[in-house]
């Protein structure tokens, strides 16, 4: 049974930095799809940025380009979102979401149905 636990969320003013992570339990990073998604209140759930295991490469929202990095460590296997120059409306719950039985995250990669495990949320509030 795959679990995911995310951390590394916190309170920070605008143009601060966290590091969020996500423990995988019962999953090798060895292939699939893995994304990072958040949901601020009143809004619906969106993806931000997703991960191809086996190649490494990386998708983003344009909102986020250029100040968030995804990465992965298979030993442990972690997934990373490095977030800087925050904005306020970065303040969200982020998920993280796996999908180990696809090839790749591919154009889809911001669609929920298409991820199979979720973690519980990591809180990220910014402060102007």
């Known amino acids: 049974q795959v679990q995911l636990m995310e951390s590394g969320g916190g309170s920070v003013q605008a143009g601060g930095s966290l590091r969020l992570s996500c423990a995988a339990s019962g999953y090798t990073f060895k292939s699939g799809c893995m994304g990072w998604f958040r949901q601020a209140p009143g809004k619906e759930r969106e993806g931000v940025a997703a991960i191809d295991l086996a190649s490494g490469s990386t998708y983003y929202i344009d909102s986020v380009k250029g100040r968030f990095t995804i990465s992965q460590d298979n030993a442990p296997n972690t997934l990373y979102l490095q977030m800087n120059s925050l904005k306020p409306e970065d303040s969200a719950m982020y998920y993280c979401?796996?999908?180990?039985?696809?090839?790749?995250?591919?154009?889809?990669?911001?669609?929920?149905?298409?991820?199979?495990?979720w973690g519980q949320g990591t809180q990220v509030t910014v402060s102007s």
């Open positions: 979401a796996a999908d180990p039985g696809r090839d790749y995250c591919g154009l889809s990669y911001r669609r929920q149905d298409e991820y199979v495990y």
